[in-house]
């Protein structure tokens, strides 16, 4: 009978080994990955939340640097909005919103059609949060959500108006990917400061509001809705002018601010 050979003992370093370790390897820092996203991502939301609130602070004229944001922000009433009635509404609540995700939903969002997607972004939700700043009970200042494309990215952004739906009191952008030195300045002091005291609104119902090339004329009637260039980004500046007349148009909160206005049932 011919003796058994002895199975020859398997390399540390052979195939199989080098894939068992790897595949295991592979599995445990998935799954390390993956617990810790899960576990941070309450975290983050909360940090995402805090720091759109303190922009909402910060274009209404409220945020104090080192102050609470939870307690400034509640002076702040948030309300969601209907935006083809222009009424409030509590279907949906503003807790924890999100307006991107919420324009792909089959029910709660709405595509936009080529002609009327000036701001480019191709589908919206049906609801969005208006901010309303109270002093001695009155409303003082109405803040809503703008979103829309520049040169590079799109731009989001509040625009905080008067009681009377159509004096920009200030507009503050806080996420973008445009040029640092050109497109960036949006968010600079400098440009911002050019803002306040712009009307939205003229003659007729369509949004006015421009960022033109150059330098405004003040001679002229339209300075009052136009603010100057900038320089060197002309491109992100008409990325601005689009986002804002779509969200203060017939599409955006248009109807809401005809209600505003009292020129409600006018398109
Ligand atoms: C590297 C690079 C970055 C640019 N970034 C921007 C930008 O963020 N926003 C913008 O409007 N134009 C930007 N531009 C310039 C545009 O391509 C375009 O030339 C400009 O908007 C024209 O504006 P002007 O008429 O004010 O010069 C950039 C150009 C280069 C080469």
Known sequence: MPEATEKPARSKDSVSNTLIVAVALSLVCSVLVASTAILLKPVQQRNEELYRQQIILDVAGLYEPGGNIDTLFENIETRMVDLASGKYTDLVSAENFDAIATAKDPELGVAISVDADIANIRQRARFAPVYLVRKDGEIDQIILPVYGSGLWSTMYGFLSLA??????????????????????????????????GKQVFGVGEQPQIEVIRGFVDESVDSAIHQVDGLSGATLTGRGVTNLLRYWTGPEGFGPYLAEIRGVAGND
């Open 163 to 196: 009681p009377d739906g159509s004096t920009v009191l200030g507009l503050r952008f806080y996420e973008h990917a445009e040029t640092p030195g050109l497109g960036d300045q949006i968010d600079k002091p400098d440009w911002r400061g050019k803002w306040p």
